[in-house]
């Protein structure tokens, strides 16, 4: 549990230092590290879902805001590299 806080709140700091960068390809870079967190944080989500651990409804919720949230920074990342 401890690494699931540390992956998610990493991408929330990540995207924060994104937001700073001075050129596309520092806000690039960073928006990987961000997608990288957010990933990590979907696997181990699935993993607690495959476990059974916790609420059913949560997790399924967790799962689907992870996928809209890579979803977000992909077309992010992709309009910067444009």
């Known amino acids: ?8 709140s990493s991408a929330a700091l990540n995207f924060g230092e994104a937001q700073g960068t001075k050129t596309n390809k520092d806000f690039s870079d960073k928006l ?12 181990a989500f699935k993993i607690l879902d495959y476990l059974n651990i916790g609420d059913n409804g949560e997790r399924a919720r967790l799962i689907d805001e992870s996928e809209q949230l890579s979803a977000i920074f992909y077309s992010i990342q992709n309009k910067s590299d444009n």
Not at 1 to 8: G, I, K, Y
Not at 32 to 43: M, P, Y
């Open 1 to 8: 549990m401890d690494q699931l806080v540390r992956a998610s």
């Open 32 to 43: 990987t590290i961000v997608l990288r967190e957010i990933k990590e944080c979907r696997v």
